[in-house]
């Protein structure tokens, strides 16, 4: 199926073929049809198939036949993303389709000075991507006004329902008009998600496109075990032995990011870092550096794990696993999109074992073990040479120590030469000290002898 098929305008085909795509994926030959009808939608797809252009493509055209004539626009289109990663992608892609169709979009966060994103709206706007928090502080000031929303997309809803986001999902459908089409666009196809679903959705369709929880096919995977204090020497030594130019490097903490991204900068690494404690502007300008391969190295915490949209990204690595096995199907779908190949990797310590065990039960199978001679072979037998000597140290110990009053009992049965010896010694000695005069006694001994 070719994407003219489709019913798209030809504005929109002529971007699609800028972008270099020739043939739409599952979800977007599955999605697209039934959202230019104007159904409610729920889809599960998995992450890097394309779920961006499934809405937004459609929801751009919808938006065209229409176009308002009032120079102050209100929005028309509602989508809401869980982080200010995955929004400003989205917003890039409406951006990218709408200004061919003459229709404006704006993206809206927290992290960035508010009074900027207020001038957008008071100068109209068709299409708003958004935060929900950041959303929500805009409808309780009445910068924004939301009651002529045609189209409400929740993209990546599972993970907006994992950050805590389900009440600020509500209270935004407060301020939507009922007569409304809705889509739910989620990487995972849970209950949770079902549930929420017949909460905001009338009547929809339902997508799956692919096995629930699932990596993408076209991530090779890798696990390679690693003592926890040699983890930071095997990346570098992947890196530079592989003649890696770009890999995104997911870490547990925001101090564990900065960290690494130190010392891979002692190695002569480049590398940088993004979490939730860097600026909005710093974080927008680390990818975008990293996009045009000024950087080798992306650390980042979960906050990059989804909406990182990475053309032709090769190698992620996970430094540290996940505490939530759904995340690794995440960080790992940052390569291996659009049809493109990838390899996804994780250093595995000891102690993250029952990391693994979790996420291999998720995947309902088990992901391939890599050795390299120079880690984690000599670091395992190392470890387990290790316990065995302080073992054997141990067991030798409490040989001795029985052994010591066997011997003591030993050495005190001597032979009759000794004895005799030993006997006419005791009488030497008994003697020479009766034969010591008597010590002179002080005047108050003399005192008591009187």
């Known amino acids: 199926m070719s994407f003219e098929s489709l019913g798209l305008r030809a504005e929109l085909l002529s971007g699609?073929?800028?972008?270099?795509?020739?043939?739409?994926?599952?979800?977007?030959?599955?999605?697209?049809?039934?959202?230019?009808?104007?159904?409610?939608?729920?889809?599960?797809?998995?992450?890097?198939?394309?779920?961006?252009?499934?809405?937004?493509?459609?929801?751009?055209?919808?938006?065209?036949?229409?176009?308002?004539?009032?120079?102050?626009?209100?929005p028309r289109a509602l989508v809401l993303a869980p982080t200010r990663e995955l929004a400003a992608q989205v917003s890039e892609q409406m951006q990218f389709y709408g200004r061919r169709l003459s229709l404006r979009s704006t993206m809206i966060y927290g992290g960035v000075n508010i009074q900027a994103q207020i001038e957008r709206l008071h100068r109209g706007i068709d299409?708003?991507?958004?935060?929900?928090?950041?959303?929500?502080?805009?409808?309780?000031?009445?910068?924004?006004?939301?009651?002529r929303i045609e189209v409400l997309v929740l993209d990546e809803a599972d993970r907006m329902l994992d950050l805590g986001f389900i009440d600020d999902i509500l209270k935004v459908a407060e301020y939507l008009p009922q007569d409304r089409q809705s889509l739910l666009f989620s990487a995972t196809y849970s209950q949770s998600?079902?549930?929420?679903?017949?909460?905001?959705?009338?009547?929809?369709?339902?997508?799956?496109?692919?096995?629930?929880?699932?990596?993408?096919?076209a991530v090779t995977q890798a696990i390679y075990?690693?003592?926890?204090?040699r983890k930071r020497e095997m990346l570098s030594h992947l890196i530079r032995k592989g003649d890696w130019n770009q890999v995104l490097v997911f870490a547990r903490t925001r101090y564990g990011a900065d960290k690494l991204t130190d010392q891979l900068l002692f190695d002569g690494i480049k590398a940088a870092a993004i979490h939730s404690n860097k600026s909005q502007s710093i974080r927008t300008r680390t990818l975008a550096e990293f996009k045009?391969?000024?950087?080798?190295?992306?650390?980042?915490?979960?906050?990059?794990?989804?909406?990182?949209?990475?053309?032709?990204?090769?190698?992620?690595?996970?430094?540290?696993?996940?505490?939530?096995?759904?995340?690794?199907?995440?960080?790992?779908?940052?390569?291996?999109?659009?049809?493109?190949?990838?390899?996804?990797?994780?250093?595995?310590?000891?102690?993250?074992?029952?990391?693994?065990h979790a996420i291999e039960k998720l995947l309902k199978y088990a992901i391939?073990?890599?050795?390299?001679?120079?880690?984690?072979?000599?670091?395992?037998?190392?470890?387990?040479?290790?316990?065995?000597?302080?073992?054997?140290?141990?067991?030798?110990?409490?040989?001795?120590?029985?052994?010591?009053?066997a011997q003591t009992k030993a050495r005190?049965?001597?032979?009759?030469?000794?004895?005799?010896s030993t006997k006419s010694g005791?009488?030497?000695?008994?003697?020479?000290?009766?034969?010591?005069?008597?010590?002179?006694?002080?005047?108050?001994?003399?005192?008591?002898?009187?």
């Open 16 to 74: 699609i073929d800028a972008q270099g795509y020739t043939t739409p994926t599952p979800i977007q030959t599955q999605a697209i049809p039934v959202i230019l009808e104007g159904c409610d939608l729920l889809a599960g797809a998995q992450t890097g198939t394309g779920k961006t252009a499934a809405f937004a493509l459609p929801i751009v055209q919808r938006l065209s036949e229409k176009i308002p004539s009032e120079k102050r626009r209100r």
């Open 127 to 147: 299409i708003v991507v958004a935060t929900p928090g950041r959303l929500l502080d805009h409808a309780e000031r009445k910068t924004i006004n939301l009651s």
């Open 193 to 217: 998600i079902k549930d929420l679903a017949d909460e905001l959705l009338h009547r929809p369709r339902r997508i799956e496109v692919a096995r629930r929880n699932i990596a993408a096919d």
């Open 225 to 229: 075990p690693v003592e926890r204090g």
């Open 292 to 356: 045009r391969g000024e950087l080798r190295v992306l650390v980042a915490t979960d906050v990059a794990a989804r909406g990182l949209d990475i053309e032709r990204l090769p190698h992620v690595v996970n430094y540290d696993l996940p505490q939530v096995p759904e995340d690794y199907v995440h960080r790992i779908g940052r390569t291996g999109r659009a049809g493109e190949d990838g390899v996804a990797l994780s250093l595995l310590s000891p102690e993250e074992q029952p990391l693994l």
């Open 368 to 405: 391939p073990r890599r050795t390299i001679a120079e880690f984690p072979q000599i670091a395992v037998r190392r470890g387990v040479k290790a316990k065995t000597r302080k073992a054997s140290d141990a067991r030798s110990r409490s040989k001795e120590r029985a052994a010591k009053p």
């Open 412 to 420: 005190s049965v001597k032979p009759p030469a000794a004895a005799a």
């Open 426 to 450: 005791s009488l030497r000695s008994k003697k020479t000290v009766e034969e010591r005069p008597a010590q002179k006694l002080g005047r108050r001994g003399q005192r008591s002898k009187r």
